[in-house]
């Protein structure tokens, strides 16, 4: 139910995008001999278990993006952003096991650094005179695959719903937006039908300025949750428009955004940095 509501907020707000981990906290082990102590994976890539999975099925394939992270005994982390991209749009989620046959990691659309400031540097990184991060410092290879879908790249201050926090603070209100779902067919499975228009959720961005706009929704888009709480959107041709509006958007406020979303009685806010906002027109 918790990843109910946050898919349904993220995926209206993408609309036939993808987006990328580039800030995340420090990650401790906590089974260890020393409590809480700093996970050194820095010659391994570990997995970022998602609150929820979400994939994009387009004529060509399907799309889902997934972060891996290494990190250092001091608490710094590299995030690199990888797609899982099926052209038959069968295997649209991983697994999410280690040997996981469908994962490639060799092609990382985004590599973002996120060094644990400032209490691992109280002067700033390698003693410079900043000890603050930019959420948003990522290096962009468009010549991966996925990048095409990668659009939208989220900042996150903890792990979504951790503590409570955000979104899942109001499990009523999410127990009540899942009552409301109907069940659906999609390719054979018994689903829930997620609509997303402007009779159900309105979005509002905010620039670094502070000035507020109300971004509209053209047409309904459709998205298909399955028993596992997966997320399925599948791209149509409404989704160039909204691609076209968020690309003028840009190009007047600028590519860093505050998304405020509301869907039925739930509400949420989080941080974007728009990337390409076009890249994956050719696609509808």
Not at 24 to 40: F, K, M, Q
Not at 92 to 99: R, V
Request: net charge negative; aromatic share 12%.
């Amino acid at each position: 139910m918790r990843k109910l509501i946050y898919t349904a907020l993220a995926a209206t707000v993408a609309l036939s995008m993808g987006c990328a981990i580039t800030n995340y906290p420090t990650i401790y082990d906590t089974r260890g001999a020393v409590e809480n102590e700093v996970l050194d994976s820095y010659y391994d890539k570990a997995y970022l278990i998602p609150s929820s999975q979400i994939a994009t099925t387009y004529t060509d394939g399907s799309d889902e993006l997934f972060t891996l992270a290494t990190q250092t005994w001091q608490g710094d982390r590299r995030l690199f952003t990888y797609n899982n991209f099926d052209p038959s749009s069968t295997v649209m989620f991983l697994s999410q096991t280690y040997c996981d046959p469908n994962r490639t990691d060799d092609c990382a659309i985004a590599t973002a650094w996120d060094p644990d400031l400032p209490d691992a540097y109280p002067h700033g990184a390698a003693g410079g005179l900043n000890d603050t991060d930019d959420p948003f410092d990522y290096v962009y290879d468009s010549s991966c695959s996925g990048a095409r879908s990668l659009s939208l790249l989220l900042s996150v201050e903890t792990r979504i719903g951790e503590c409570g926090s955000g979104i899942w603070a109001d499990k009523q209100a999410a127990g009540f937006e899942f009552s409301l779902l109907e069940k659906a067919d999609f390719r054979g499975l018994s689903v829930y039908h997620l609509p997303i228009d402007s009779s159900v959720m309105s979005v509002t961005l905010e620039d670094v300025e502070g000035n507020l706009t109300q971004a509209p929704i053209y047409g309904q888009f459709n998205g298909y949750i399955t028993d596992e709480l997966n997320l399925i959107v599948p791209v149509g041709p409404n989704a160039r428009y909204q691609q076209r509006w968020l690309a003028n958007y840009v190009a007047n406020f600028g590519t860093a955004i505050n998304v405020n979303v509301t869907y039925g009685s739930m509400n949420t806010t989080f941080r974007v940095n728009v990337q390409d906002a076009m890249a994956n027109a050719d696609r509808i």
